[in-house]
């Protein structure tokens, strides 16, 4: 008698077990099941180029709680050529969210999947593009950061006009094919007219373009070389820009410090490394059930001024002190 009714005691323990797992939600059962995570990563780029923020994502993630080979998997997929493939391949995994770099991979990513969640990093005016609704309510499948990129394109200008002539003529580099710069392009045209500030529009569409565009420039007797932001082909083509703005004697100025590390002038932005790191208390959330399509998207609310002394000293120009004053970081 006591062996049966011990039986029956525990029929319905594991009989109630099932139920309470099942009227969980899906991604808490999920959970529940593996805790593991599995995230990818779709960049347009190559690894090299990306690494410390590849790592600023990993100990990001890392702060969470989750560890590669104990209780996190990541699906690096990493290339300009195979954006679309890449994008697909990963929509056809199960996976807990994917991390999207810059405006081109987001977009993309998005057009493969309308299900797996979405974490976007440092995309400039994701509203405008129409990738989310709104940065409070993102709706579909789509959050993360975006970059605030166009509202600083006046500050930059800002920045950089005293360490010019007046009558210099700025080469603004811009990649046709990023719909970003052509929504940018009419303000930072209506801030240099304010700033009696002559600007040329220089577009490539492909790497290969840079050293013409570059030489257009030179040819224009441009004394200044503007880039613009969020452009995953621009970050990649960095040490050649900065070498070539180098050789031709053009004071340079760029959206993320990783340029002016490299060699550039000049560069005014978000911290990118904390920016990156921020996209993985979204992935947890996701994890842990949240629908990314109720998560806000945040902004940066910090941006940095580095300035190269060295570069500057090589262009024969004078950084005001009230500019130096200023900077976050100077390198000597």
Not at 51 to 79: C, H, M, T, W
Not at 273 to 282: D, F, I, Q
Not at 323 to 330: G, H, I, K, P, Y
């Amino acid at each position: 008698m006591h062996r049966a009714r011990r039986a029956t005691a525990n029929a319905w323990l594991a009989f109630a077990g099932v139920l309470l797992l099942s009227a969980l939600p899906p991604a808490a059962r999920a959970q529940t099941a593996d805790k593991t995570l599995h995230v990818g990563i779709l960049s347009s780029g190559v690894l090299e180029n990306r690494s410390p923020l590849d790592q600023a994502f990993v100990q990001g993630l890392r702060d969470q709680g989750y560890l590669e080979g104990k209780n996190l998997i990541i699906e690096r997929r990493y290339s300009s050529s195979k954006l679309k493939d890449n994008a697909h391949e990963l929509a056809g995994m199960k996976l807990d969210a994917i991390l999207t770099t810059c405006t081109p991979s987001t977009r993309i990513m998005k057009e493969a999947t309308s299900s797996t969640p979405i974490v976007m990093v440092a995309v400039s005016d994701p509203v405008r593009q129409g990738i989310i609704a709104s940065l409070a309510n993102p709706g579909q499948n789509v959050t993360g950061t975006s970059s605030q990129a166009e509202d600083l394109l006046a500050k930059r200008l800002e920045l950089l006009a005293p360490l010019l002539p007046k009558s210099t003529t700025i080469a603004v580099l811009m990649n046709a094919n990023n719909p970003v710069h052509a929504l940018g392009w009419p303000r930072l045209e209506s801030t240099a007219r304010e700033m009696n500030l002559n600007l040329l529009k220089v577009e490539l569409t492909k790497s290969d373009d840079l050293p013409a565009a570059i030489d257009a420039a030179v040819r224009a007797r441009a004394g200044a070389l503007f880039v613009m932001p969020d452009d995953p082909m621009m970050f990649n083509l960095r040490p050649q820009i900065v070498e070539l703005a180098a050789k031709s004697r053009m004071p340079d100025f760029y959206w993320a410090s990783q340029f002016v590390e490299s060699g550039g002038l000049m560069s005014y932005g978000e911290n990118l490394g904390s920016s990156y790191r921020a996209t993985a208390a979204y992935i947890d959330k996701i994890k842990k059930g949240a629908n990314p399509a109720n998560l806000p998207v945040e902004q940066p609310t910090r941006f940095e001024l580095v300035i190269n002394m060295k570069t500057a000293k090589a262009l024969g120009l004078t950084v005001p002190q009230s500019l130096l004053m200023r900077a976050d970081d100077v390198i000597q």
